[in-house]
T-cell receptor
Framework: GQQLNQSPQSMFIQEGEDVSMNCTSS?????WLWYKQDPGEGPVLLIA?????ELTSNGRLTAQFGITRKDSFLNISASIPSDVGIYFC???????????FGAGTRLTVKP | GEEVAQTPKHLVRGEGQKAKLYCAPI?????VFWYQQVLKNEFKFLIS????????ETGMPKERFSAKCLPNSPCSLEIQATKLEDSAVYFC???????????FGSGTRLTVV
C-alpha cells in the first residue's frame, strides 16, 4: 500500500494563482520525485531531487527535498489551464530501485 | 526509441480468461518496472527487472501473475484466470538505474467483465 502521505487530495484554483502541495513519509527516501499524469497517459517526470535540502526549479515549478529526507513539497507559480492534472510525489529508498507513490493531488484550474 | 511503448492500449477479458500485456522499454534502459493503478489513482508496485533478471517481485500476486523480460523481445506481464479486481491500468516504466527517474508508458487499461 501507500507509504507516502500526499496532500491536499484535490485543489480548485483560479488561473494565475500559485499552488503548493506536499508529501510526507515515515520512511527516509534517497530520492524524491514529482510526476504529473494527464488523463489516459502515464505519469511524466517533472522534477527529481537527490540531496536533502535541495531546492530545484523547472520553469514555474519549484520542489524541495526536506532536510529530514522524509518530506518534499512542490510549488507551481502563476498557474495556467494546462497545469490541470494529477500530481504525484514519489520516493525511492536506499538500495532498492522501486518507487513508492503518494495518492496524488488532483489540480483543477479555472480560467 | 525514446518512449516506453505499451500494448495493447485497452484489453477486455471475461473473468477467468488470460490477459497478456506488453512493454518495450527505452533502448539503453536496463531496468523495467510494472505498476498497477487502480480506481483511486493508487500506484501499486508489482515487479522490477534488471535486464532479463527479476530484481524485485515483492508486489506480485504470485498465484496468477507472472512477468518476463527476455532479450530482444518486449517485456510481458501475464495474468492467468483474471478476476474482476484485476481491472486497472497497468503501467510499465523503464530507467537507466538507481539515480534516475522512471519514464512511463501510457498504460494498458484492463477491464475484466
Amino acid at each position: 500500500g501507500q507509504q507516502l502521505n500526499q496532500s491536499p487530495q484535490s485543489m480548485f484554483i483560479q488561473e494565475g494563482e500559485d499552488v503548493s502541495m506536499n508529501c510526507t513519509s515515515s520512511s527516509i527516501f534517497n530520492t524524491w520525485l514529482w510526476y504529473k499524469q494527464d488523463p489516459g497517459e502515464g505519469p511524466v517526470l517533472l522534477i527529481a531531487l537527490y540531496k536533502a535540502g535541495e531546492l530545484t526549479s523547472n520553469g514555474r515549478l519549484t520542489a524541495q527535498f526536506g532536510i529530514t529526507r522524509k518530506d518534499s513539497f512542490l510549488n507551481i507559480s502563476a498557474s495556467i489551464p494546462s497545469d490541470v492534472g494529477i500530481y504525484f510525489c514519489a520516493g525511492q529508498g536506499y538500495n532498492n530501485n522501486d518507487m513508492r507513490f503518494g495518492a496524488g493531488t488532483r489540480l483543477t484550474v479555472k480560467p | 526509441g525514446e518512449e516506453v511503448a505499451q500494448t495493447p492500449k485497452h484489453l477486455v477479458r471475461g473473468e477467468g480468461q488470460k490477459a497478456k500485456l506488453y512493454c518495450a522499454p527505452i533502448k539503453g534502459h536496463s531496468y523495467v518496472f510494472w505498476y498497477q493503478q487502480v480506481l483511486k489513482n493508487e500506484f501499486k508496485f508489482l515487479i522490477s527487472f534488471q535486464n532479463e533478471n527479476v530484481f524485485d517481485e515483492t508486489g506480485m500476486p504470485k498465484e496468477r501473475f507472472s512477468a518476463k523480460c527476455l532479450p530482444n523481445s518486449p517485456c510481458s506481464l501475464e495474468i492467468q484466470a483474471t478476476k474482476l479486481e484485476d481491472s486497472a491500468v497497468y503501467f510499465c516504466a523503464s530507467s537507466k538505474g538507481f539515480d534516475y527517474g522512471y519514464t512511463f508508458g501510457s498504460g494498458t487499461r484492463l477491464t475484466v467483465v
